[in-house]
C-alpha cells in the first residue's frame, strides 16, 4: 500500500476535467489531499464523465484510499439564445425586448420592433410570466444588468421590453439570472433527470442538486432516488440501499437562504455556491450568508461545502492572491467540512500546485483552531435525539481531550458513528471502519473522518479488530507504539446500530482497548 498522509479535518474536492483526468494526475490528487472529485455534469457527455469515474475507482482501490465522488447536476440554467456570431452589443439606456417565440436570432427579428429596438432571443419560454414590471434581468453572471419595464404581447408571441442599466457585448448561450422573480421552471430538468439515472446506475457517492429554492425540491429527488432500482448494475451497497445517493442541496438563490431550515432537513449536506449566490443577491451580502449557513449546517449536524473561486487565479498563475489564501483560512475558521476547486483543477494550468497550496492553507488553519476547541460542540438536534451512539460520541469527546488521545477510531458500518463522532466538533482525527465500500466513499466528507475498508475479522472479534487497527495505524506513520486512542465499538461487529463500548487503548499494549476481551 502506498504510504497515505493523514488528511486535513476539513476535506478538499476537485473537479474533475482534462487537467486533470488521467491516472497519473488523480493519483497525485490524492497522495496531495483530495478526498472528493467533482463531475460537473454541465459540462462534457456521460460518456467522458464514465471515464474519469474509472479512473477515481482504480486509483483508489490501488492506493487503499476510499475517495467519493460527487456528480453536480446542472439544474434549471435560463440562457439568451443563438444571436450572430459577432454578439449584440447593449448599452446603458437603451430598451431590449427579450423574444421566446424562437432560440434563434433570425426568429426573433420577425418581432415588429420597428427596426430600433434591440431583439434577444430567450430559451426559457416562462420569462414572460415570471419576470414582473421592476425585477432585475441580469445576463453573463451579472456582467450585464437590465430592468424589466413592460411585457409585450404580438399574438401568438410574448416579449418581455427591459432597459439597459450596465451594457456589454451579449453573445450566444449567456446565462440569465432573475433574482427578483419567482422562477417557475422545475429545478431538475430532463438533462438532469438523464444524469441522475446514470448516476444511479455508475455507483455515484453524492449528488449535488442546483438552484434549490424550496426542500420540495431536494424531497422530489430524494424520493426519485428511492424508486431506484437498489442494486446499481453490480454495486449494490452492503446496506441494501444502493440508489439511495446522499443529496448535497446547493444553496446559490436568495430563496434557498430564506428556506434553509427545511433544506437541511431535507438534504444530506449543502453547499454554498458562491457563484451564482454572488449574482443573485448583492456581493457585500455573499460573506454573511456563508457564515449563516456554515452556522445552519452546524445546528442541524449537515456538512457544508464552501465552493466557488477559491483560488481562481491559480487556473492560470502558480500563486493565489492573499485574499483567496485568506478566504480558504476563513472557511477554515468558520467550521467548513469541505472546501471546493472548480476550474483550478478541471481545467487550470496548475491543478496540483492548487491543490497542494489549499492543503498547506487548511493545516495552518486548522493548527490554529485546535487549540480553541476545548469543549465539544454537538448540534442541538443531536443532542435532543437521545440517540445511544450520538451520546457514546458525545462522552468520547471528553475521553479523548482528557486523555490528549491521537486519534479516535470506531467501526462505522454504515457511516453513522462517524457522521456523530464528526459533528461533536472533534480537534482530533477521526478513523472510521466499515467493511461497506462505498459507505467509506462517503464518509470522506465528513470533517475530521479517515474512512478504512475492512472486512468484519473472523467471528466479529473486537480483539481481532484492535489488533489490525493497531498495525494499520502504524503502518500508515499516523501513531507510534504506546500513544492513547480512543476506541468506539459494539457487539456484533459490522452491524449497523451497534457500538455501545467505548474503550482507552495505549497502541500495542495487549491489556488496553478491546484485545483483553479476545
Known amino acids: 500500500m502506498t504510504h497515505l498522509r493523514r488528511p486535513t479535518m476539513t476535506a478538499i474536492v476537485a473537479t474533475l476535467g482534462p487537467a486533470s483526468e488521467s491516472p497519473e494526475m488523480v493519483k497525485k490528487l490524492i497522495l496531495s489531499g483530495v478526498s472528493v472529485f467533482r463531475l460537473n455534469f454541465s459540462h462534457g457527455v456521460l460518456e467522458k464523465h464514465g471515464e474519469r469515474l474509472r479512473v477515481v475507482r482504480a486509483v483508489s482501490r490501488e492506493l487503499g484510499a476510499p475517495v467519493a465522488v460527487l456528480g453536480d447536476l446542472q439544474g434549471p440554467k435560463i440562457r439568451v439564445g443563438i444571436v450572430p456570431a459577432e454578439g449584440v452589443r447593449l448599452e446603458a439606456g437603451e430598451d431590449v425586448l427579450f423574444d421566446v417565440s424562437s432560440a434563434d436570432a433570425e426568429g426573433a427579428s420577425a418581432v415588429p420592433t420597428g427596426g430600433t429596438t434591440k431583439v434577444l432571443p430567450c430559451e426559457y419560454e416562462a420569462i414572460v410570466g415570471d419576470v414582473q414590471t421592476g425585477h432585475r434581468v441580469l445576463v453573463n453572471d451579472g456582467a450585464i444588468r437590465l430592468l424589466a419595464v413592460d411585457r409585450l404581447s404580438d399574438d401568438p408571441a410574448w416579449v418581455l421590453r427591459c432597459r439597459v442599466l450596465v451594457g456589454g457585448l451579449v453573445t450566444s448561450r449567456k446565462g440569465i439570472n432573475l433574482p427578483d422573480s419567482n422562477v417557475r421552471a422545475p429545478a431538475i430538468s430532463e438533462r438532469d433527470w438523464e444524469c441522475v439515472q446514470w448516476s444511479v446506475q455508475h455507483g455515484l457517492d453524492y449528488l449535488a442538486l442546483s438552484f434549490v429554492r424550496r426542500a420540495e425540491e431536494v424531497t422530489t429527488l430524494r424520493k426519485a432516488l428511492a424508486g431506484m432500482c437498489s442494486v446499481d448494475h453490480g454495486v449494490e451497497s452492503a446496506s441494501g440501499q444502493g440508489a439511495m445517493i446522499p443529496v448535497v442541496a446547493k444553496i446559490e438563490k436568495p430563496q434557498a437562504v430564506e428556506n434553509i431550515d427545511a433544506i437541511l432537513d431535507a438534504a444530506d449536506a449543502i453547499m454554498v455556491a458562491r457563484g451564482d449566490l454572488g ?101 442541538a438536534r443531536l443532542v435532543q435525539s437521545r440517540y445511544r451512539t450520538a451520546a457514546l460520541a458525545h462522552g468520547a469527546w471528553h475521553i479523548a481531550h482528557d486523555l490528549g488521545a491521537k486519534l479516535v477510531v470506531c467501526w462505522s458500518q454504515h457511516g453513522g458513528a462517524a457522521r456523530y463522532l464528526s459533528q461533536n466538533g472533534f480537534p482530533f482525527p477521526i478513523v472510521a471502519y466499515s467493511s461497506d465500500e462505498r459507505e467509506t466513499r462517503r464518509m470522506a466528507l465528513l470533517r475530521g473522518v479517515t474512512a478504512i475498508y475492512s472486512p468484519v475479522p473472523t467471528g466479529g472479534s473486537l480483539g481481532a479488530w484492535n489488533e489490525q487497527v493497531d498495525a494499520a495505524l502504524i503502518e500508515r506513520g499516523w501513531v507510534s507504539a504506546g500513544d492513547p486512542i480512543v476506541l468506539i465499538a459494539g457487539r456484533p461487529l459490522g452491524h449497523a446500530g451497534a457500538a455501545n463500548t467505548v474503550a482507552v487503548h495505549y497502541v500495542g499494549n495487549t491489556f488496553t482497548g478491546f484485545r483483553q476481551h479476545g
Open 279 to 379: 449574482v443573485e443577491m448583492e456581493l457585500s451580502q455573499v460573506p454573511i450568508v456563508q457564515r449563516l449557513l456554515l452556522e445552519k449546517a452546524g445546528e442541524w449536524g449537515k456538512p457544508c461545502i464552501v465552493a466557488t473561486q477559491m483560488l481562481e487565479t491559480m487556473i492560470e498563475n502558480a500563486s493565489p492572491t492573499r485574499a483567496e489564501v485568506s478566504d480558504v483560512a476563513h472557511a477554515v475558521f468558520d467550521g467548513a467540512d469541505a472546501v471546493m476547486l472548480s476550474a483550478e483543477t478541471a481545467v487550470g494550468k496548475h491543478p496540483l500546485l492548487a491543490v497542494e497550496i489549499m492543503r498547506r492553507t487548511i493545516e495552518a488553519a486548522e493548527a490554529r483552531v485546535a487549540p480553541t476547541l476545548t469543549r465539544p460542540s454537538p448540534p
